[in-house]
């Protein structure tokens, strides 16, 4: 039995040939040739199967047989914020497990005790591209361009909103007891969890969430590094929001 081979083609039905990228793996590294089977994923919840119907140096051009519409399997939006660590590669391990795991949005925060204030998504994106083929995602993330805490925490959002931080001053609320009634609903809520840089959310950016609708959680009792506690707060969030 052949494996099943996936491409990602933004916009397949609307198309007749892999993007270059995409054409180059299947023809060079996978020698496909016209007449094989493939399948293309759009990134947007659909699936299909599909067949090479030119097989050229740097070109590969195909025809849709059957389209394959998917059915997520979580409730609701799941939307990571999260201050990029000073490491790029901590940040890509975080972007590819969470898709892996499932995940819909992942938006970059500017705090006080950023590590890094400037982001590029581009090399981001392709990881995460690389994740949604390898899981087999029908769904691509969003990966959102930097913003400022306030900016974010300010905008109008809808859903359950929490802010995960180590501050002992202000009262937190276990995520896992928080989140889990959830379980028990048929649409779910959207969720959006807040998640700091190392040296933590400043008090005022606590506070600056909470008035703005935000919960004050922890994500349990050991101090986490940035980008564990942005993936621990993804894997307890799609348990309750899994169908």
Known sequence: MKEIRFFYVP????????PMEEALHALRVLRLKSGDEMYLMDGDGSFYRAEVTIAATKRCMYEIKEVLPQ????????????APTKMMDRVEWFCEK????????I?????????RK??????????????????????KPKLNAMMSFKDFVTAPRGGKKYIAHCNEEIERKDFF??????????SGDDVTVLIGPEGDFSVDEVRMALDNGYE???????????????????MIAQLALRK
Request: net charge neutral; aromatic share 4%.
């Open 11 to 18: 916009s397949a039905p609307e198309l007749t040939e892999l």
């Open 71 to 82: 059915e997520k399997a979580w409730k609701g939006n799941l939307h990571i914020a999260m």
């Open 98 to 105: 969470a898709t892996e795991i499932g995940i819909d949005e």
């Open 118 to 139: 400037v982001m590029r998504t581009v090399r981001l994106d392709k990881i995460v591209v690389s994740a949604v083929k390898q899981s087999r995602k029908p769904w």
């Open 216 to 234: 004050s959680i922890t994500l349990g009792s050991s101090r986490l590094r940035t980008e564990t506690a942005a993936l621990s707060a993804t």
């Open 177 to 186: 007891t928080e989140i889990f009634p959830l379980a028990s609903t048929e």
């Open 107 to 115: 938006t970059f925060l500017n705090c006080k005790q950023s590590e």
